[in-house]
């Protein structure tokens, strides 16, 4: 069965500081792999998403870069953070094409971050 | 703008009874929808998919698609207060690889 870990669950960061969160998928091949945000009771911010390895497709212009180095693997980072970064970060996972029925999303824990 | 609608909430629902939560979409090319299910803290979970018009049963849950109207809705009998949670509806349209979500509904089951 197919299984996505995503880690850390919490982290506290100084402003300026840098980021990296990773998320790896095991159980399947060539997932569609998606990054997103969550502010305190708000809906999914998509944030990048990657149809394979070195493809990332950014929705949303920010502080934040996405890569992914193997197939099963996406690493969210930044550089430097801001405190606009604070929110709650979830790594998905999909095997979904186009005009294909399906291809519901499957998230990982989340990574709670606050940026102080 | 594709876009998904729901209404904030929170809905409050006495235990036992029916709860029922709606969504809209603007996207009339969209084919799949899903239902997830999000607790405090956690990560959104999966727990129904409907593809054609009509009812989809799964156990307590009741999940249905009016494409004409473009609404989807999701139904749970006999509420229970584990079942307070917010509920987020996904759209995926045929022309894309990502699901359009909604703001979620926080639903409150009343014991």
């Known amino acids: 069965s197919q299984t996505i870990h995503q880690w850390p669950a919490t982290l506290v960061q100084p402003v300026g500081s840098p980021l990296s969160l990773e998320c790896t998928v095991e159980g399947t091949s060539n997932p569609n792999l998606y990054w997103y945000r969550q502010a305190a009771g708000r809906g999914l911010q998509l944030l990048f998403y990657s149809v394979g390895i070195g493809q990332i497709s950014s929705e949303v212009p920010q502080n934040l870069s996405a890569s992914r180095p193997q197939d099963r693997q996406f690493i969210l980072s930044s550089k430097k953070l801001l405190l606009s970064d604070s929110g709650f970060y979830l790594c998905?996972?999909?095997?979904?094409?186009?005009?294909?029925?399906?291809?519901?999303?499957?998230f990982g824990q989340g990574t709670r971050l606050t940026v102080v | 703008q594709k876009e998904v609608e729901q209404n904030s909430g929170p809905l409050s629902v006495p235990e036992g009874a029916i709860a029922s939560l709606n969504c809209t979409y603007s996207d009339r090319g969209s084919q799949s929808f899903f239902w997830y299910r999000q607790y405090s803290g956690k990560s959104p979970e999966l727990i129904m998919s409907i593809y054609s018009n009509g009812d989809k049963e799964d156990g307590r849950f009741t999940a249905q698609l009016n494409k004409a109207s473009q609404y989807v809705s999701l139904l749970i009998r006999d509420s229970q207060p584990s079942d307070s949670a917010t509920y987020l509806c996904?759209?995926?349209?045929?022309?894309?690889?990502?699901?359009?979500w909604g703001a979620g509904t926080k639903l409150i089951i009343k014991p």
């Open positions: 998905a996972w999909s095997v979904l094409g186009r005009g294909r029925l399906g291809s519901e999303a499957f």
């Open positions: 996904a759209v995926k349209s045929d022309s894309n690889y990502q699901l359009i």
